[in-house]
């Protein structure tokens, strides 16, 4: 056995006890969420009808670190710290002098990086007595970290889940029910927002956030959890830049790019947001890259304006590169990837230029992830696959360069529920659907009234 190190693994007593807060680092000053009724920014106020006061602090906190409860920590403990892994029989596949390395998230009982904030989210729901939490689910992954999340708090939880991803990944519903939840196709017919967009049958995720925002409002036992985009999600998920940082010091390097695929933005945050912060503080020159789907390009194609957070309009204005939030993606298989925004503060990040995008289809997307899986062993969830085709791009030019670079993704989902995409791929039936620019167009013609940004 070769004594070069395979995979860098962290004791559970090295479990972050904070998450990073990035708010107070961000350059100038930051533009607020809106209520749209008023134009003015949305307090805390505009949010206690569907969240807990808990994660509403969070959201608007401003110190650089907000502690994690215990409570939490004794959950993260089931699969947390992740390990960190080098790349190493990718590196020789691709005969490239880069060092490739990979935080795989895919160990938790979810399968992704989302039981990061599904679990803080319940801790705190539950602990201002809620019954019952809504939630959207793109992928099945945020759903199943829900689920999996109230079942470890007794909470009782309702999903819709986007129309595409309920027929392409029928045994994701069936892990949902099983940590007892309730799930609805979205559209459905059991909301307004859902019967309103009865039309688009495969959905999208602005619509299935409209019918579980919904849901929240109308029931004052019931609240509702997003899985993305918001502060206080992009913050839990910064457990996995921290621990990374360590990791990455046990190897005895710093990466030169970090690489992360982006939906609402979450996972992107998590791994980055902590070395994001040492660039902002001069301690590092390190570069960040956000993949998409080119069917989805909301950072690379997008406007950066004030739009809604989902389909129906109901949430506040968000400040985000957006495709418009009634612009309905095409149903791609990285369902976790077709959201019509992103995160206000990693938008924020792109337009000051310390973050790049860049798009790709679905078969130079697949044919990274099979060639990832037949160098490394582990099958990626097709969102992360996307951040692989970039990995695989920026080590194909480190080779050009002879440079020798190190690279760092998040590999934040394994894709074992994501098989019919796979079997699309290898029997040559994948399409690569094109994006419209036309229905962008009418989309953004129809963004809200609001201050423009700068
Ligand atoms: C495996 C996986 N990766 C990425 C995403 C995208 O979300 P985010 O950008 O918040 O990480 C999802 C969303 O469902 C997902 O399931």
């Not at 920014?41 to 215990?70: H, K, N, R, S």
């Not at 619509?207 to 206080?232: F, K, M």
């Not at 406007?303 to 957006?322: H, I, N, W």
Request: net charge negative; hydrophobic share 35%.
């Amino acid at each position: 056995m070769s004594d070069e190190p395979v995979k860098y693994v962290l004791p559970e007593s090295d479990i972050p006890t904070h998450w990073v807060n990035l708010m107070p680092d961000l350059p100038g000053d930051p533009s607020p969420p809106l209520n749209p009724g008023t134009g003015e920014p949305a307090g805390p106020d505009d949010l206690t009808p569907i969240f807990p006061m808990g994660l509403i602090q969070q959201e608007v906190a401003t110190d650089p670190e907000v502690e994690i409860p215990d409570e939490v920590r004794d959950v993260y403990k089931r699969w947390r710290p992740s390990p960190l892994f080098r790349a190493r029989r990718l590196e020789r596949a691709l005969d490239t002098p880069a060092h490739i390395y990979y935080k795989y998230e895919g160990g938790s009982p979810a399968g992704s990086h989302k039981p990061n904030s599904a679990v803080p989210q319940a801790y705190e729901n539950k602990k201002a007595g809620v019954r019952r939490l809504a939630t959207e689910t793109g992928a099945g992954q945020w759903g199943s970290a829900l689920a999996l999340a109230c079942s470890l708090f007794d909470l009782e939880c309702v999903v819709y889940m986007v129309g595409a991803s309920y027929d392409q990944k029928p045994y994701r519903r069936s892990m949902m029910e099983t940590w007892g939840a309730t799930v609805h196709r979205s559209p459905s017919d059991t909301t307004e927002a859902g019967r309103t967009h009865v039309e688009h049958q495969s959905g999208s995720l602005g619509i299935a956030i409209s019918e579980a925002v919904e849901v929240a409002a109308g029931d004052s036992e019931t609240n509702y959890a997003l899985g993305s985009v918001l502060n206080h999600v992009c913050m839990h998920q910064t457990v996995i830049g921290q621990e990374a940082m360590r990791q990455m010091e046990m190897a005895g390097e710093e990466p030169d790019i970090v690489i992360g695929c982006v939906g609402g933005g979450s996972n992107f945050a998590g791994l980055s947001f902590p070395f994001v912060r040492r660039r902002l503080r001069g301690e590092s020159e390190a570069r960040f890259l956000a993949a998409e789907p080119a069917a989805c390009p909301t950072l690379t194609r997008g406007v950066y304006r004030y739009d809604f957070g989902d389909t129906s309009g109901t949430t506040p204005l968000l400040p985000m590169y957006t495709l418009g939030h009634d612009f309905v993606p095409p149903p791609v298989h990285a369902g976790g990837l077709r959201y019509h925004g992103d995160s206000p503060l990693l938008c924020g990040l792109v337009r000051a230029g310390l973050i790049d995008a860049v798009a790709y289809r679905q078969n130079e997307t697949f044919e990274a992830a099979v060639r990832f899986a037949r160098t490394e062993g582990i099958l990626p969830a097709p969102e992360p696959a996307h951040a692989i085709r970039a990995v695989i791009a920026e080590a194909e030019s480190a080779r050009e360069s002879g440079e020798e670079r190190v690279i760092l993704f998040g590999l934040c989902g394994h894709g074992h529920f994501d098989m019919s995409a796979y079997d699309a791929y290898l029997s040559g039936t994948l399409e690569d659907i094109e994006f419209s620019e036309a229905e962008m167009e009418a989309a953004l013609e129809r963004l809200p009234e609001a201050p423009a940004l700068a």
